[in-house]
Nanobody, 125 residues
Framework: QVQLVESGGGLVQAGGSLRLSCAAS????????MGWFRQAPGKEREFVAG????????YYADSVKGRFTISRDNAKNTVFLQMNSLKLEDTAVYCC??????????????????WGQGTQVTVSS
């Protein structure tokens, strides 16, 4: 059974940083793209960042570009999201996602096959 388990969320002041981790189990995703999405209350799930299977290609939503960095450790079957200069509008549940077929990351929900339960990130003023 495939599982993606996120960790690292929490409460942080605006301008602060958090590092999210997503550990996969049940199969290896070292040959597949992975990504991060977020969903704020009353809003649809939105793409945040995606990374190719080698880690050489990454995509970011315009709203986080320059502040967030996605990375991965294939030996540990884990993907990370370093979030700096956090803003109030970054408050959301952050979920990691993995595809079973794609080498390069998709920017839509439909591009991923496996999802974690999510970790809450709350940015306060």
């Amino acid at each position: 059974q495939v599982q993606l388990v996120e960790s690292g969320g929490g409460l942080v002041q605006a301008g602060g940083s958090l590092r999210l981790s997503c550990a996969a189990s049940g199969r290896t995703f070292s040959s597949n793209a992975m990504g991060w999405f977020r969903q704020a209350p009353g809003k649809e799930r939105e793409f945040v960042a995606g990374i190719s299977w080698t880690g050489s290609t990454s995509y970011y939503a315009d709203s986080v570009k320059g502040r967030f960095t996605i990375s991965r450790d294939n030996a540990k079957n884990t993907v990370f999201l370093q979030m700096n200069s956090l803003k109030l509008e970054d408050t959301a549940v952050y979920c990691c996602a993995a595809t079973s077929t794609r080498l390069r990351p998709a920017i839509t929900v439909a591009g991923y096959d496996y999802w974690g339960q999510g970790t809450q990130v709350t940015v306060s003023s």
